[in-house]
């Protein structure tokens, strides 16, 4: 228990603290503020009128914790502080709040695989329905999950990425947008949404979010390779040639990037070629 000083003001905020938590059902908070004011208490002689303001605000807060419902199951008859014995009664505190601290994380980690349990027997039932030919009611069972379950971390990459596996590109995209707006350097779900776009034949679009997972990603050959493989679809040889070189920049081994620059190249140079011709006749 340590010994250095607390103020009288510090005991006393530390005990009202305690009762606010406890008007709030926080163990954890109310035992730790409690434990803290009785070290205050030992390493702080206070006297006279202080000493006894501190004590009755310490009963208050001591009736407050023994109507505390699992303290009241623990101990029928209430904790009980008495003068003198304040170390021993900090130590209770605290290895209430050791004990009382496992019990309720154990509880929560339960809680949570109970509920992680639920949350996987509805995406197999979301996905057998789609298997089943029955999209719009997957398409509905997604919406509830992703509301009920708002609190798991990625849960609306993971939809979104179901939904593009199953085909439903269209349904996936403001589940990819908006897990991306939670957290921006999510790479499966980029590489979801450049597949919803390019699946929706959405060319535009599918370049805007290759470039904006470059952006948070970081450049790489998967992406330039499906940047040049966009720009192609848009015969726009000079974007292909330079996309597909970047990506064999990083791989020399990538043959689809050697095969697109091949394929860029002549196009490329007859559009120069073309261009300095027209200006050739001009000239005369």
Same mark, same amino acid.
């Given at each position: ?8 003001k ?31 208490i ?17 009963d ?19 904790l ?31 809680? +949570?695989? *109970? @509920?992680l349990?639920?949350?996987?027997? #509805?995406?197999? &039932? $979301? =996905? ?11 398409r ?5 999950i ?20 199953f ?5 996936a ?27 929706l ?30 720009? +192609?679809? *848009? @015969? ?5 040639? #330079?996309?597909? &070189? $970047? =990506? ?37």
């Open positions: 228990m340590s010994t250095s000083p607390m103020t009288a510090e005991i006393r905020e530390d005990i009202a603290r305690a009762r606010a938590y406890a008007k709030k059902n926080d163990y954890l908070r109310t035992l730790r503020c409690l434990a803290n004011a009785i070290r205050g030992v390493s702080n002689k206070v006297f006279g009128a202080e000493k006894f303001e501190i004590q009755a605000h310490l208050e807060a001591l009736r407050d914790l023994n109507k505390m419902k699992m303290i009241k199951k623990l101990f029928p008859d209430g009980q502080y008495r003068k003198g014995k304040e170390k021993a009664f900090f130590q209770t505190l605290m290895r209430l709040h050791k004990k009382l601290g496992e019990a309720m994380e154990k509880a929560r980690v339960a809680r +949570l695989r *109970k @509920r349990g639920v949350l996987d027997d #509805n995406l197999i &039932k $979301a =996905a057998k329905l789609i298997q089943a030919g029955q999209p719009l009611e997957a509905k069972l997604y919406s509830k992703a509301e009920y379950f708002q609190d798991i971390e990625g849960i609306h990459s993971d939809i979104g990425n179901r939904m593009a596996t085909g439903l590109f269209a349904e995209v403001p589940y990819l947008i908006k897990a991306l707006e939670t957290q921006n350097n999510d790479v499966r779900a980029h590489n979801a949404l450049i597949l919803c776009y390019e699946g034949h959405e060319t535009d679009k599918a370049m805007a979010a290759v470039k904006d997972a470059m952006r948070w990603l970081g450049p790489s050959e998967n992406l330039y390779l499906r940047l040049a493989r966009l720009h +192609l679809q *848009k @015969r726009e040889w000079g974007e292909v040639f #330079n996309s597909a &070189k $970047a =990506a064999l920049d990083r791989n020399p081994l990538n043959t689809e990037a050697a095969k697109l620059m091949k394929q860029a190249e002549p196009k490329i140079f007859s559009g120069a070629k073309s261009a300095a011709k027209k200006n050739h006749d001009l000239n005369f």
